[in-house]
């Protein structure tokens, strides 16, 4: 993504980050901490609100400070950012959440490692201004969050019957859907199809205004 110029198109960098970009389903990121989590939507989505307050913020303050970061110490001073905004996550879910965060706290943690936080102070923050910056952080974090509700909805479902812990269906689960290979499984199809999704509709419609 280069630098803006002109009159920024808001809604298209926000659709961008759901759609084009989206962080699991078209650039197969952060996929493992993704996986481990979705094992039932509360933490899905718990984790999804976390990697968006986290992605907005750095973009935020990294924007803010673009012009004081010396180029060649630019990815320690970002990771300092990142590790610092997940700190201030991870301690209000323990202060918030604490049933949920004692199984998700050590994947909240990990937040800091995501290469798609780290790609997009990189690519995007460290180039534009405070709106735009804020703008691509909202999009990139909705369509992480989008991801994991829509894995962890199909995953307890199927694998538990129940949706937020509340039983839904009476027939037997199928149980491979709540361990890692089903989460991989449940990915797979769900970036095939929303794969599809964007052929079929995002980039016809594309090649008919060209």
């Not at 009159?7 to 699991?24: A, M, P, R, S």
């Amino acid at each position: 993504m280069a630098v803006q110029t002109g009159k920024v198109n808001y809604f298209e960098l926000i659709t961008n980050g759901i759609i084009k970009e989206n962080t699991i389903f078209k650039l197969a990121l952060s996929l493992c901490p993704s996986i481990a989590v979705t094992n039932n939507l509360k933490n899905g989505v718990l984790m999804g609100v976390a990697v968006l307050f986290v992605q907005v913020m750095v973009n935020i303050t990294i924007s803010l400070m673009r012009k004081i970061i010396h180029p060649r110490i630019r990815l320690p001073i970002f990771m300092l950012v990142i590790s610092g905004w997940v700190t201030v996550t991870d301690m209000s879910m323990a202060a918030a959440v604490p049933d949920v965060y004692k199984q998700m706290g050590l994947y909240i943690q990990l937040i800091v490692a995501f290469a798609s936080i780290l790609a997009r102070a990189e690519m995007f923050a460290s180039k534009n201004k405070i709106a735009p910056s804020m703008a691509d952080g909202i999009g990139m974090g909705i369509g992480f969050l989008f991801a994991l509700t829509v894995i962890s909805f199909f995953r307890e479902l199927i694998g538990k019957g129940s949706l937020w812990g509340m039983p839904i269906i009476n027939a037997k689960p199928l149980l491979i859907m709540i361990l890692p290979a089903g989460g991989f499984f449940a990915v797979g199809i769900l970036m095939a199809f929303f794969n599809w999704i964007d052929i079929k509709f995002f980039k016809k419609s594309a090649s008919v205004h060209h």
